[in-house]
Structures are given as structure tokens and as C-alpha cells.
């Protein structure tokens, strides 16, 4: 398993060793683990949470990190050259690009590990982080049931990504035009919310707020989930947009917790795929 391109890449087992890595590392077990070796990252200046936990994640692990923006992915030259250079010279290459084609074509030509940051069709690094957070707060989470609301997307793709590989059960609610194809759609939010343990959102650019009004997670609403539901809307959340500021400010809300883990879960993304970079 030499790349994490998509998280349908992975077997249960592949994330049960991922998330038994992240466990370990607070003990000390992998300090050092990337003392000598460096890391190529491609993020652009709008990155926050991704980018800090994986640049303080390499350097707790006693590594070197390199940063470069996306656009230097779109030169002219052509990826299999780049990658003949970087072969050379680094040990890992972490990157997120719009285009997930860029990434598929960079795993193709690398020797080291290639680790998707973001794109334009998931986030499988945000995706483990989450579903580890779960594994430490819920007894059993292919026994939830998810929401995600929002339109379809990179991250609700990814929860779709998610859904699949680990087998938990996951609606979407969003108002028509918006449906991601191959999960159940309800159209009706104060429905589609009853009997849910975890609702999931996502932000929402000026040209859909309008058509996502009536679809805005409040503590009302949070309310007729099942008891001890979690509230995790994906960052940047905007208060009073795809979320309320009580629902937010409720206990339903997640979200900073479950980010936290960021940190660790990516640290055993790197350590996992270097162990394993013999091949896919």
C-alpha cells in the first residue's frame, strides 16, 4: 500500500492499522521515524488545519518538510519528469490539488509515497481523522446513522467514500439539483434528521446559500436527532449560514475535538505508508 489517493484505496484492516499507529504515538513508539527523510508538500495559502498538522506532524516526527503551491504541479513540464527528479531526493509527497487526476498521475510515476491532502472530489485525510475521533466516542460506528447535509461535493463525497469502506449508513439531505448520486436524498431536513447519531455539514459558497435557506442545522433541529448525537460540520463552518451559532455553541457540536486528532491520524498516514511503500 504505497499511496492514499482515495479512501476506497484502504481495507477495514489497512484503517484499523492506521488508526493502532495514531494510538501509539502519543507513547513515543515513532519519535524520530522520519529523522533524515523529507517530505514534499504542494498546499495552497489557504490552507490551515491540513497543512499546520501535517507540517508539525513531520517535524514531531523529526522530519523535514518542503513546501511548494499547487500551481507549481501545472507547469508545462510534465509529471512523470517531475517525479523522476523528486524520486531522487525526498521520501514522501503530501498534496493537494483541485484535480484528483494530478494526484493519480503523480502516484503513477513516484518511488515514495503520494498522500491526498484535498481535492475537488474528497478529503480521505479529514475523512480518518473523523472516523477516528468517532472510534473513541461511540461504541460501534458502523451501527450510526449519519447525515450529511449539504450539497455534493468534495467532502460529501468523501463521507460517501467513508460510508462504503467502513459500512455505517449515510443519508443526505439537500434541496433538489444537489443530490450526490448512489446514497438515499431526503429533501426535507426536519425529516431527514429524526433518528440520526451523527450529522455532518458543509460550507456553502454565495451561489447556493439561497437555496440551502431552509436548510440550516439549528439546536432545534439537532434536538430531534437521537440522543447523544454529534454535530460535525466540516471547517470553515460559518455560523448562521449551513449552521446556527446555538448549534454550534451546543453540546451537540464536535467539531473542535474531533479536529484535534488531525495531528495524529495524519502522522500514522505518513508512518503507515512509508512502512508499506513497497507497492499498491
Known amino acids: 500500500m504505497k499511496d492514499l489517493i482515495r479512501l476506497s484505496d484502504y481495507s477495514i484492516k489497512d484503517v484499523k492499522a492506521i488508526f493502532q499507529i495514531a494510538d501509539e504515538i502519543p507513547t513515543g513508539k515513532y519519535k524520530d521515524f522520519l529523522k533524515g527523510k523529507t517530505m514534499m508538500l504542494f498546499f495552497p495559502e489557504s490552507s490551515i488545519r491540513t497543512r499546520v498538522t501535517f507540517e508539525k506532524g513531520i517535524y514531531l516526527l523529526g522530519g523535514q518538510s518542503i513546501l511548494f503551491t499547487p500551481s507549481a504541479l501545472d507547469k508545462k513540464e510534465e509529471i512523470e519528469d517531475v517525479m523522476g527528479y523528486l524520486n531522487q531526493w525526498v521520501d514522501g509527497v503530501?498534496?493537494?490539488?483541485?484535480?484528483?487526476?494530478?494526484?493519480?498521475?503523480?502516484?503513477?510515476?513516484?518511488?515514495?509515497p503520494v498522500i491526498n491532502a484535498m481535492t475537488d472530489n474528497n478529503h480521505p485525510c479529514e475523512m480518518l481523522a473523523?472516523?477516528?475521533?468517532?472510534?473513541?466516542?461511540?461504541?460501534?460506528?458502523?451501527?450510526?446513522?449519519?447525515?450529511?447535509?449539504?450539497?455534493?461535493?468534495?467532502?460529501?463525497?468523501?463521507?460517501?467514500?467513508?460510508?462504503?469502506l467502513m459500512g455505517f449508513s449515510l443519508e443526505q439531505c439537500c434541496p433538489k439539483g444537489y443530490e450526490i448520486e448512489g446514497i438515499k436524498v431526503n429533501h426535507n431536513l426536519d425529516e431527514a434528521i429524526l433518528g440520526k447519531d451523527i450529522v455532518c455539514t458543509d460550507s456553502l459558497n454565495s451561489e447556493k446559500l439561497e437555496d440551502f435557506q431552509n436548510y440550516q442545522v439549528t439546536l432545534h433541529r439537532m434536538k430531534k436527532a437521537n440522543p447523544g448525537a454529534c454535530l460535525n460540520?466540516?471547517?470553515?463552518?460559518?455560523?448562521?449560514?449551513?449552521?446556527?451559532?446555538?448549534?454550534?455553541?451546543?453540546?451537540?457540536?464536535?467539531?473542535?475535538?474531533?479536529?484535534?486528532?488531525?495531528?495524529?491520524?495524519?502522522q500514522a498516514v505518513i508512518i503507515y505508508h512509508i512502512m508499506n511503500k513497497g507497492g499498491n
Open 94 to 112: 503530501i498534496v493537494r490539488h483541485e484535480e484528483i487526476s494530478k494526484i493519480d498521475e503523480m502516484g503513477v510515476y513516484a518511488k515514495m
Open 130 to 164: 473523523d472516523l477516528y475521533a468517532l472510534s473513541k466516542m461511540r461504541k460501534d460506528v458502523k451501527k450510526d446513522k449519519f447525515l450529511f447535509v449539504g450539497p455534493k461535493g468534495n467532502i460529501g463525497y468523501a463521507w460517501k467514500e467513508a460510508a462504503e
Open 233 to 266: 460540520p466540516c471547517p470553515p463552518f460559518f455560523r448562521g449560514e449551513e449552521i446556527s451559532s446555538d448549534a454550534v455553541d451546543s453540546d451537540y457540536f464536535v467539531g473542535y475535538e474531533f479536529k484535534k486528532y488531525l495531528l495524529e491520524v495524519q
